[in-house]
């Protein structure tokens, strides 16, 4: 007799049988707090984490999201946005945008980055081109937030609605 092996569908409920970015997906929309908290503290973080303060997003968005009563915690993750990963993708377009905006300022001839000149180009430069960063960082931020804040309302608010009746019949037994 042959033995047959049952073909069964991948258990969703079990976010550790999945990648990385659905792990994080699962505990994104599980976090407590009110659904429009979490997406605006989200929004924030991606905003925040556009402009070019590296080594203070996370504080800096932690402070928005307090004053504006926001999540905290979902703040903090929007900023990864910019990551070591992310960051050599994000700045140059940043950069590009902002200076077709003001224009203040003018990065030296790429094939000289490495040079002496180049780097004294570039601190002598620095407020002209923190500006054209920031900027950048604004415009590019506003759509990037606005769409992460809709998407992760919505997110929340189905998984809230496909679980509530799961729970409701979990309270009767």
């Known amino acids: 007799m042959k ?14 049988r999945d990648g990385f970015f659905r792990k994080a997906y699962v505990r994104f929309v599980k976090m407590r707090g009110e659904p429009r908290e979490i997406a605006r503290g ?3 973080g991606i905003m925040v984490g556009m402009t070019p303060f590296l080594g203070f997003h996370t504080i800096a968005a932690v402070f928005v999201a307090a004053i504006w009563k926001s999540s905290k ?17 994000i700045y140059p377009v940043t950069y ?35 500006v054209d960063l920031t900027v950048g960082g604004i415009v590019l931020g506003l759509p990037l937030s606005l769409a992460a804040y809709w998407i992760a309302l919505a997110s929340i608010e189905n998984y809230r609605k496909k679980i509530k009746p ?8």
């Open 3 to 16: 033995r047959t092996r049952k073909k069964t569908t991948p258990d969703r409920s079990n976010p550790s």
């Open 42 to 44: 989200l929004a924030i």
């Open 96 to 130: 590009m945008v902002g200076k077709a905006i003001c224009g203040f300022s003018n990065i030296p001839n790429p094939q000289k980055v490495l040079s002496l000149e180049a780097a004294i180009a570039w601190i002598k430069h620095s407020p002209a081109l923190l």
């Open 166 to 173: 799961k729970l409701k019949k979990r309270r009767r037994r």
């Open 73 to 89: 915690i979902a703040a903090a993750v929007g900023v990864f946005v910019t990551n070591p990963l992310t960051a050599p993708l």
